[in-house]
Structure formats: structure tokens, C-alpha cells
């Protein structure tokens, strides 16, 4: 049986504390922003304050990339967006210890899915709430639910970013 969390996309900014809740409504995770630090920060905690993993940019680099760090400092993982990806938005994440992931979709629209192979093993949506602030993140049994929730989180940071810088978004929010 797969397992669903919500994440309100507007909170998602860095120096922003916010919940992941899960698909009764109730908070599962914490997602400290951290300020005041160079690179873009996020402390994935769970409901006693303890670290899970760290999501950080990486500087200086060709493709926008962010790693997945444990709670002992060792790497998890790093996403990178594709050089080229021609009629869909595509990332790579590269798992440690497991097998490699892909990300493909509409990422600005938040229709998206988590592939390990062929094989889907998460869906990011916005279809299944009504407020158009929040987004799901559907993830099959005997996955990492918390690698795969800081990949979507990453991702959306990223992909978003971008949009900032080139004004979209806040135009979005204007209409």
C-alpha cells in the first residue's frame, strides 16, 4: 500500500520552517530552512527534533545540484537536472547505496514521477487537493520514504528557483 504526504509548495522557501503531513492530516516530518548559511540548507527532522537526513546546494556547478546527506553526515545522495531534456523537465539522482533514480514530468506543474528503472516508485501531484498551494507525494512500499521526499523537496526547490529568478512564478501568483 503506498503512502501519501502533503506539502504546501509556498513554504518552500529557505530560512522557512515547515510540516510534512501525512495523508490523515497529521505532521510526520519537520523541515528546518537554515539561514545565514551560504548554500541552501534544509534539515529534514522528525517530530522530536531529530535529524533524518540534510538537503544542501551545491556550488559551482555546470547543472543545478543538490545533495541528500544522512544524519551522520554521510551522502545519501546527489540530484542533478538534466543538460537536455526536450519536451519534459528530467533529473538524475544518484542513490549512495541503492539503485539510481530518475525524476520525469511537469516539474512546474507538479505532475511528476520518481522512476527507479522502469519501474514507478513515487508520484508527485497537485491533483488530489483542492488548494492550489499544496502538492502530494505518493510513494510505493519498501521505498525510503525520506530520500524520496527530500528528492521532491530538492527538486522543487530547484526547479523553482529558476522560476523566481525569471520572474514566472511571482507572475503566477499575481494573476
Partial sequence: ????????????????DFWIENGEGKRVFKVDGKVFRIRKTLVFEDLNGKTLCTIKERLLTIRDTMTVDGPDGEKLAVIKKALIAPLRDRWSVNVRNGPDLTVQGNIFDYEYSIKQGWNKVAEISKKWFRLTDTYGVEIDPEQNDILILAVAIAIDMMAHDEDDKKGKRKDKKEK
Fill in 1 to 16: 500500500m503506498t503512502t501519501r504526504y502533503k506539502i504546501r509548495q509556498n513554504l518552500i522557501s529557505i530560512g522557512d
